[in-house]
């Protein structure tokens, strides 16, 4: 795995546009060496299969500043994860990824909409500015990361299959690959599969949620959740549904994975909240990752921040709830 450091890619890094406008042309039109070409699922057409892991993006700046904390290093970020499909180790994602296969790849919209369609990432990528993200990410075990993600704002992948009046929640869905993940395999499997996630439409459409499909401006790793995934950083991390497949507008609120297995512990909202403890632990104070400590020991302990620090862009999506309730 090559390490790769700076948060930004350097200028004298990024591919001038001619060359990239001309790449890309090249193929889309099936001449360019290497290029492989696939049906897209549903769609009945094809799309090229350009992209690969860690492979740079062209990025723009994103509209929120960076948090008053030292980023995480590449590292930290791509060898500490929680992605059950790979095992439930936080060293098993990257240890366990190699197999999958992120690319190509292609996503349903579907349920309320009036433009139900399959999309593929090389289009999803070619679409819309891939903006830079860099947020705060609190577990729900009570340790923290800040990670500089690329991503696409939710609400415009959403409004492109133009969601009707009557959707008030959006569906996520992962990935089933038992071949390539060996947590989907096997016995002793630690929950049903797809995993499965779910938001408010209004949370969905907030600017801070995106879809991501970098890190550190590259293209995701296996083990971060290739080759796009949810991120909703006043949440705790576990409503981060990596290699999605399938997003649905409904009128009713989804299942979630975690809720599903332990509806005690873990509940539909998930916002951080240092007032209200998990029933095994205190969400007062959390451990950060790369601060004072090794990588799986130690760390850093900080006071945790109501809706993880963001509660000025998204307090007023919940006012009037217990949130104790709902949480």
């Known amino acids: 795995m090559p390490a790769y450091k700076p948060p930004h890619i350097p200028a004298s890094e990024i591919t001038p546009e001619h060359v990239y406008l001309k790449r890309r042309t090249l193929l889309a039109a099936g001449l360019a060496a290497g290029a492989t070409f696939v049906t897209g699922a549903g769609s009945g057409e094809a799309n090229a299969a350009t992209l690969t892991q860690g492979e740079a993006l062209k990025t723009v700046p994103g509209p929120y500043p960076m948090p008053d904390r030292a980023q995480t290093s590449f ?14 180790g ?18 349903e919209i579907g349920g309320m909409v009036q433009k139900p369609q399959t999309v593929d990432i090389d289009t999803l990528l070619t679409t819309f500015p891939l903006e ?68 408010r439409l209004d949370e969905a459409n907030h600017p801070l949620t995106i879809i991501a499909v970098g890190l550190y401006g590259k293209t995701l790793l296996n083990q971060n959740g290739a080759p796009m995934r949810l991120v909703v950083p006043w949440k705790y991390g576990f409503k981060g549904i990596k290699s999605i497949t399938k997003i649905t507008l409904t009128d009713t609120q989804p299942p979630n994975s ?30 950060v990752i790369g601060e004072d400590g090794g990588l799986f020991g130690g760390g850093k302990r900080i ?10 862009e998204v307090a007023s999506l919940y006012a009037g709830m217990d949130l104790a309730k709902y949480y």
């Open 75 to 88: 590292e930290d970020v791509t060898n500490y994860n929680n992605f059950y499909e790979f095992g439930t």
């Open 90 to 107: 936080k060293a098993d994602p990257s240890r366990n990824s190699g197999k999958f296969q992120p690319y190509p790849w292609t996503f």
């Open 132 to 199: 830079e993200r860099v947020y705060r990410m609190r577990c729900v075990e009570a340790w923290s990361m800040v990670i500089p993600w690329v991503g696409i704002p939710l609400k415009s992948i959403i409004d492109m299959a133009e969601p009707t009046g009557s959707a008030k929640y959006v569906a996520f869905e992962g990935v089933v690959r038992p071949k390539e993940m060996p947590g989907q395999s096997g016995f002793g499997q630690p929950m049903p599969w797809p995993y499965v996630e779910g938001l």
């Open 258 to 287: 975690w809720n599903l297995l332990q509806p005690s512990e873990y509940g539909f909202y998930a916002n951080v909240n240092p007032n209200v403890p998990h029933p095994r632990w205190s969400q007062a104070t959390e451990r």
């Open 303 to 312: 006071d945790t921040l109501m809706f993880n620090g963001y509660g000025d």
